[in-house]
């Protein structure tokens, strides 16, 4: 019964190292902000999912899972809050009316974008 | 029989998303706008939170997990706060555009196209920091 239990761990686990693993490999793969965060979040969600659900059933049922169903249901929520709030920073720094500002500076007189 | 196999698991898992936060601290450096490191940073927390799960069960400590969840929160409110921040200063430095603009307007200075195009860049050549300029 005990080496059930960690054999199915260890492959939530495991798979939870390749989801994160995928994760940081989009982020290093796509070339724009966006994108990027598309990516991430895969890692937020499923990698963190697959590696909470390993550790609760490598730990049984108790208080401690709870608690990692309470983080688990968390992050779900705030990353998802966090992606729009830096999407909606992008955008509005973005504008090419008004081009310059922050690390996006962009010259209005040149051709160039 | 199972406990150091738990062990190596555990272990192996911890060493494993080590090396992704290296590799995502590296994307927060290079990421050549303020949104990509900003979500670099993003996920550098939810990596660290997932490694203090896993030393709470290395350590059977339950009460770790309760770090965890006030690091969850708190990287949350710094991502909200930092995006709020960058808008404000945008925001501000474009009023401060428009001020100028219109100071020139208000002094009766009627240039042609050309003439205000030349005005408007002066006006940007001052007003933007010179380590911010892209070239």
């Not at chain 2, 995006?83 to 009766?108: A, D, F, P, S, W």
């Amino acid at each position: 019964m005990e080496w059930v239990r960690f054999v199915f761990a260890a492959i939530c686990l495991v798979f939870a190292a390749v989801m994160e693993s995928i994760a940081v490999f989009g982020v290093y793969k796509f070339k724009f902000v966006m994108n990027r965060m598309h990516a991430a979040a895969i890692g937020d969600t499923l990698g963190l999912m697959l590696g909470a659900l390993g550790l609760i059933i490598l730990k049984g049922i108790s208080w401690f899972s709870l608690k990692m169903f309470i983080v688990v249901i968390f992050l779900w929520m705030t990353s998802a809050i966090s992606s729009h709030v830096i999407m909606r920073m992008e955008y509005s720094i973005d504008e090419e009316a008004v081009a310059e500002e922050t690390e996006t500076i962009r010259d209005v007189n040149s051709s160039e974008v | 029989m199972t406990a150091g196999a738990i062990k190596v698991l555990l272990i192996g898992i911890m060493i494993i998303y080590a090396m992704l936060v290296v590799l995502v601290l590296m994307r927060a450096v290079i990421g050549p706008r303020v949104a990509d490191r900003l979500m670099a940073i993003n996920m550098v927390g939810t990596i660290g939170i997932f490694l203090m799960a896993v030393i709470s069960v290395m350590l059977n400590e339950d009460y770790l997990l309760d770090v965890s969840i006030i690091y969850a929160m708190i990287s949350f409110l710094s991502v909200v706060i930092l995006t709020k921040v960058y808008m404000g200063v945008h925001e501000e430095n474009v009023l401060k555009r428009h001020k100028i603009e219109r100071e020139k307007r208000e002094q009766g200075i009627k240039a042609d196209d050309d003439e205000w195009d030349k005005l408007l860049k002066s006006i940007e050549e001052t007003e933007v920091p010179t380590q911010l300029r892209k070239k």
